[in-house]
């Protein structure tokens, strides 16, 4: 089974630095983008930036480049986004996903959505 | 930067009725690049429709997409008490790399 398993609800104060995971497995990791997006209370989604793990080529949203840092470990199937400096406007819920890499025969392009989701990790800041 | 705007913002319906979902982008894109998710309350986005108007695995037919260009739409055929929910369409853009994601609609109870 696809699957991705993000780490726990974490509790921080401004300023601290905090670094959450997303476990894959089921897949060949290397060769799949993985995508992070938020979701602050109340709010719709946000798209953060993505990551190849093959490479660790990573592309950031223009609004989250300098503000967050995306990676992967694909030698534990591990992708990451990490902060160096809490702010209380980090306060949501992040969601790891895949990008599929599906072909659509119909237009000869890759099709490009994220096919599977993780079940997000809390991150609340409060001092 | 291309940008998606979701229309109407809520749509209140009752059940066994047809919902009708907007999703305008700024310019014009590629129908494999549309997308759309649904997501109730405390729980993970679930992807419904990929390339426009192809369901995702596990997917009601009465769920489904069309449109082209700049204009895309979502349709549930007869709304199911399960179908209310909050829906965003998503876009890839292919010169940036860039996925955005349109600022939902919520279905509600009427």
């Known amino acids: 089974e696809v699957q991705l398993v993000q780490s726990g609800a974490e509790v921080r104060k401004p300023g601290e630095s905090l670094k959450i995971s997303c476990k894959a497995s089921g897949y060949r990791f290397s060769i799949y983008w993985i995508g992070w997006v938020r979701q602050m209370p109340g709010k719709g989604l946000e798209w953060l930036g993505i990551i190849y793990p093959g490479d660790s080529e990573t592309i950031y949203s223009p609004s989250f480049e300098g503000q967050v840092t995306i990676s992967a470990d694909k030698s534990i199937n591990t992708a990451y986004l990490q902060w160096s400096s809490l702010k209380a406007s980090d306060t949501a819920m992040y969601y790891c996903?895949?990008?599929?890499?599906?072909?659509?025969?119909?237009?000869?392009?890759?099709?490009?959505?994220?096919?599977?989701w993780g079940k997000g990790t809390t991150v609340t800041v409060s001092s | 930067e291309i940008v998606l705007t979701q229309s109407p913002g809520t749509l209140s319906l009752s059940p066994g009725e047809r919902a009708t979902l907007s999703c305008r982008a700024s310019?014009?894109?590629?129908?494999?690049?549309l997308a759309w998710y649904q997501q109730k309350p405390g729980q993970t986005p679930r992807l419904l429709i990929y390339?426009?108007?192809s369901r995702a695995t596990g997917i009601p037919d009465r769920f489904s997409g069309s449109g082209s260009g700049t204009d895309f739409t979502l349709s549930i055929s007869r709304l199911e008490p399960e179908d209310f929910a909050v829906y965003y369409c998503?876009?890839?853009?292919?010169?940036?790399?860039?996925?955005?994601f349109g600022p939902g609609t919520k279905v509600d109870i009427k």
């Open positions: 996903a895949r990008r599929s890499n599906y072909y659509d025969i119909l237009t000869g392009d890759y099709a490009r959505y994220m096919d599977v």
């Open positions: 310019q014009s894109v590629s129908s494999s690049f």
């Open positions: 998503q876009l890839y853009d292919n010169d940036s790399s860039l996925f955005t």
């Open positions: 390339a426009t108007s």
